[in-house]
């Protein structure tokens, strides 16, 4: 019974399940991708209503690519509207996402969305050329914003899920020591599996410390792509860990 119980311990391990009903978040990715479409119609107009003001440079002509700049550009928010919210629904619905870090994501979502309702404000003020470009400098600004905060809250997500994956292995291990009493090889297969999780919590931490520093002013992208540099090494250390476990769960059966 007791090596039977090993062996669903180290399964559950090696098998994590994600069970989560995501049935929102994925409405909310399809209203994202509807955004989308919506978004490269509007692009297209905007390009032919461009190209027909060149060929006939009418007030009327002029008045057409004001107004297709600016359904452009009303096109380009609600894009970033539903992939917020398509972000925040993801994490609501992630069982591995703590709530305080479910609710730094909805805060990060909502200060978010002020910007896109100031914005929005802004484009239907647009009259010239002029306001256009300037107003557009502004939707990119706030997008790379938009990206960093994301890309902050996704890693904390990853971050906590590798501590979790961590002190489940690091429990499995405690209870694979116990049994493996004097079996001297699987004492060793285990000395090296707690060396490999040391390891990989080690670069968890590295890439929690990356991404805290996702932030503007800074260089988010290149700290965003070091934290997801450890974050890869970490779960190569954690399947050599397993792989270990593994092996120590054989010897102990094996006696």
Known sequence: MRK??????LLSLLLPTFAANAASAEDARQTWQNAIAARLSADVAYKQAT??????KTPENDAGVIDAA?????SVLN???AWLNWKNAEAAANPYASAEIKQNIAADVEKNLAKIAGL?????AIDNRIEVATVFIKIAGSYVELLADVARNTGAVWVEWGNKLIA?????EAKLRETATDNAPA?????????ELAESKGHVNEASSAYKLVTLPGTPLIKFAEGNKHLRLARLNLLTAQEYLAEAWRLILAE
Do not use: G
């Not at 600016?70 to 009303?74: E, V």
């Open 51 to 56: 190209e027909k003001y060149q060929k006939d």
């Open 4 to 9: 039977l119980l090993i062996l669903l311990a």
């Open 187 to 195: 004492l060793a297969a285990l000395d090296k599996a707690k060396a």
């Open 168 to 172: 489940s292995a690091e429990s499995l």
């Open 70 to 74: 600016k359904a452009a550009l009303h």
């Open 120 to 124: 929005r404000t802004e484009v239907d």
């Open 79 to 81: 894009e970033a509207e």
